[in-house]
């Protein structure tokens, strides 16, 4: 069966510090890759998705960036946050064509 | 974009309580699903809809595919503390499109 995973759970970083968010998905060759951000007790906003190696869209202008260096891996990184950048991070995978994404367990940023 | 309204935006219920909330769009989907979110977790699918004027159920939760394919419902039955939550919707258009997110509605159960 499938599994995504994500880490690390809980982060708390300073203002300008670098991020590095990891997930990756087992059971499943060329998924589709998602990075959703949740503000508190907010909706999810699309960050960006991937439908292969090196193929990454992104939905919404910042100072985040992804990037699939293996099929099954997905990595949001930053090289200054910004307070604004703190919240709950998702990552998540489809099959490729499919119609049905499954959510990773999460990542709590909090910038200080 | 495409954008989905689901509504209500919150709701408090008295365990027992049957509990019903909908999503509405101005564009087609092809697929809907809903998902619920408990505290500092990742959304868990709950009901994938992939044909207009599908009804499906699982357990005490019973959601409908519109038949305009704009819009989908989600009803719970007799509701328990454990339902407490974030109940999103989902539409998608086609498979390598991204999912379209409903803002959430909150439900809490007072015992």
Known sequence: ?112 | GQQLNQSPQSMFIQEGEDVSMNCTSSSIFNTWLWYKQDPGEGPVLLIALYKAGELTSNGRLTAQFGITRKDSFLNISASIPSDVGIYFCAGLLSGNTPLVFGKGTRLSVIA
Not at chain 1, 15 to 20: D, E, F, I, Q, Y
Not at chain 1, 59 to 82: C, G, H, W, Y
């Open chain 1, 1 to 112: 069966s499938q599994t995504i995973h994500q880490w690390p759970a809980t982060l708390v970083q300073p203002v300008g510090s670098p991020l590095s968010l990891e997930c990756t998905v087992e059971g499943t060759s060329n998924p589709n890759l998602y990075w959703y951000r949740q503000a508190a007790g907010r909706g999810l906003q699309l960050l960006f998705y991937s439908i292969g190696i090196d193929q990454i869209s992104s939905e919404v202008p910042q100072n985040l960036s992804a990037s699939r260096p293996q099929d099954r891996q997905f990595i949001l990184s930053s090289k200054k946050l910004l307070l604004s950048d703190s919240g709950f991070y998702l990552c998540a995978w489809s099959m490729t064509g499919g119609n049905t994404i499954y959510f990773g367990e999460g990542s709590w940023l909090t910038v200080v």
